[in-house]
């Protein structure tokens, strides 16, 4: 995350430099905590309607991988920096949402043969409403081994959003996760099996031992009859 925050900042100073963009955008999509369906943006939307405006600007000291280019996140907690009284705040997180939207639109056209680029599902939504489009239906398509989020407007117009890179990185990580939950089951079974083989041991140990007793027991029974009937 230090390298993603050195990129960031490096963006910024650029003054939004679509190079700097893209190289930061690349880290985000290799890191292994980037989720392209995480929710960024709910919890401060309730915070906002609460009026706890304090709660939002303190996630900027926790944004992460999948915060730092979200255009809605930088939107609400501008919001609440001006609610607060802080004006040069909400400047500062207007500007980042606004690039952040202006990359993505530099990205692409919206058409299937140049479509928009995304790192999240509601960075989606937020081209929409710059371009005041409204959403009739969402479809995933695919075509050519690419993923597409086909948007169907209420004027009629369609947009395409390349989502094909952000769902490779979902799916790459579900198949880490899922190999190391495949791992941890097969630890799980060798303990088990080895558990189970002591067990047995333990077992067979006992029957001998019982065994070796109850010869011991008949023997000395004979012995004893022996020695009765020499008397």
Request: aromatic share 10%; glycine share 4%.
């Amino acid at each position: 995350m230090s390298e993603i925050n050195k990129y960031f900042r490096d963006w910024l100073s650029s003054g939004f430099d679509f190079e700097s963009f893209v190289k930061l955008r690349t880290l985000i999509l290799k890191d292994a905590d980037y989720n392209f369906y995480k929710d960024t943006t709910t919890q401060l939307v309730e915070w906002l309607d609460l009026e706890e405006y304090q709660k939002i600007v303190d996630q900027c000291k926790n944004a992460g991988v999948n915060e730092i280019l979200c255009p809605g996140f930088h939107k609400y907690i501008g919001i609440a920096l001006k609610r607060q009284g802080n004006l040069e705040g909400f400047k500062a997180e207007t500007a980042i949402y606004s690039y952040c939207i202006k990359m993505i639109l530099q990205c692409g056209e919206g058409t299937l043969q140049k479509p928009y680029q995304v790192l999240r599902i509601s960075d989606e939504y937020e081209v929409m409403k710059i371009l005041q489009k409204q959403m009739a239906k969402q479809s995933l398509i695919s075509q050519n081994d690419k993923h597409y989020d086909m948007i169907e407007c209420t004027d009629g117009s369609i947009l395409y959003f390349d989502v094909s890179v952000s769902k490779n990185s979902v799916d790459n990580l579900m198949l880490v996760k899922n190999n190391l939950l495949s791992d941890t089951m097969k630890q799980g079974d060798a303990r088990s099996n080895t558990l189970l083989e002591s067990k047995e041991s333990k077992e067979n140990y006992h029957c001998s031992n019982n065994k070796l007793v109850w010869l011991i027991a008949i023997l000395f029974i004979v012995i004893c009859l022996v020695m009765i009937f020499k008397s």
